[in-house]
């Protein structure tokens, strides 16, 4: 018995050092073979788990870090790795009990801190998550991350300036460059508005947004650009060949072209909209990808292009109505709604991450297209704070050559 406790105990520390080094099958396997020597130890168990959130192998690591805690509550790292494991699955009421007791048992990781103050934003309580993110700065001010999810904070909040200075010292401490600079470009005014947001935060966005996507924009939001600007292109009973639904999302749009169309093609860049949309039935295929490559790969040309409550999250539309345009037949009809940009601006970033575009601008890149406005009106997209938020609902028609000669 001695003997295979012995062996046990030079397995672990090999696998520790594994572990440190980043070789984290040959931990697992030097882990899993000092278990099957000492079964049920722990310590074993802990790193064993720790090993499997390090890959994220979440699932397989949740029941053994349970087991851990449940067999030594006093296990600070077990706890932690819990918590994160927790999180990464989604689960974030149970991520903040066992985060929370990591901390409690006096675990200083900054990461933790971290994932407790998302996991309390995730949660809709600020106040938590601010005060998770407080601790982890007061620890290590250095910390780039804490900083960007305190100005998004602050931002949520409306305290622009706060916000602005978060994101200053995410910059300076070698945060995420291309994000922080959009985020400070929200809030503070002056700042160079960025033409695009990075893709990382529009695919993040709406993957997290997925679940709940549809319900959240309906019935909490009241949102109804989908049918606005669907609404009358619907009532003039015409048949369309092919139509091509930009940032498709959960299959809105799908669900209300598909019987008046003989086949509707989708597009997002959220994998996770993508299988929503895919499983709707209302589509002949989903792409996966970003929309001016989806538009510029394809030649097959439809007769109707719609993106309702798309470009807000797209920005300059100078490369992108182009492309458009390039892929309808003739007398084809781009439609589409954005959101309103204050008189005089062509392209505003708003504090809430969203792009709003002006009408003159619009008119002009139709004009340079040579695309025919046929109608342009304003309506409201969606609430916010119980409000209207005001939109531009656009339905563009390519010239054909008849047209083109008058």
Not at 153 to 177: I, K
Not at 328 to 333: D, F, I, Q, S
Request: proline residues 5%.
């Amino acid at each position: 018995m001695s003997n295979a406790l012995d062996q046990a105990r030079a397995l672990f520390v090999r696998g520790n050092a594994h572990f440190e080094a980043g070789r984290l099958q040959a931990a697992l396997v030097d882990f899993d073979a000092a278990l099957a020597l000492a079964p049920g130890r722990p310590s074993l168990l802990a790193n064993r788990g720790a090993t499997l959130c390090r890959l994220a192998r979440w699932h397989e690591a949740l029941p053994v870090l349970q087991s851990v805690a449940q067999a030594d509550p006093g296990h600070a790292d077990a706890w932690g790795a819990l918590g994160l494991a927790q999180q990464a699955l989604g689960q974030w009421t149970a991520a903040v009990e066992s985060l929370s007791r990591a901390r409690a048992l006096g675990s200083q990781d900054g990461a933790l801190c971290l994932a407790l103050a998302d996991c309390q934003m995730r949660l809709q309580r600020p106040d938590a998550a601010l005060a998770a993110l407080d601790q982890a700065l007061a620890a290590d001010a250095t910390l780039a991350e804490a900083w960007s999810l305190r100005g998004n904070l602050m931002r949520e909040a409306g305290r622009w300036t706060d916000a602005a200075d978060a994101f200053d010292q995410a910059l300076v401490h070698g945060g995420h460059p291309e994000l922080n600079r959009f985020y400070l470009a929200a809030v503070r005014s002056g700042e160079p508005v960025p033409p695009h947001p990075p893709r990382a935060y529009v695919e993040s966005l709406f993957d997290d947004y997925a679940p709940d996507f549809q319900h959240h924009l309906l019935q909490d939001l009241k949102y109804q650009a989908h049918s606005t600007l669907l609404a009358p292109l619907l009532a003039e009973g015409r048949h369309w060949s092919l139509a091509l639904d930009l940032g498709c999302g959960s299959g809105l749009c799908g669900q209300l072209l598909a019987p008046v169309c003989g086949a509707v093609d989708g597009v997002d860049v959220s994998r996770v909209m993508v299988e929503q949309a895919s499983a709707s039935g209302h589509y002949r295929r989903v792409d996966h990808a970003e929309l001016l490559p989806f538009l510029t790969s394809g030649n097959e040309l439809a007769d109707l292009i719609v993106a309702a409550d798309v470009f807000i999250y797209v920005g300059a539309l100078d490369a992108l109505v182009p492309a458009a345009a390039r892929r309808l037949a003739p007398g084809g009809v781009l439609a589409f709604s954005v959101e309103q940009a204050d008189p005089g601006h062509d392209l505003q970033l708003r504090p809430s991450l969203r792009y709003a575009h002006g009408r003159a601008a619009i008119e002009r890149l139709a004009s340079a297209c040579g695309l025919i406005v046929q109608t342009l009106w304003a309506a409201p997209i969606r609430e916010d704070q119980l409000r209207p938020v005001m939109g531009w609902y656009v339905v563009l028609q390519r010239a054909d050559a008849a047209q083109t000669a008058r």
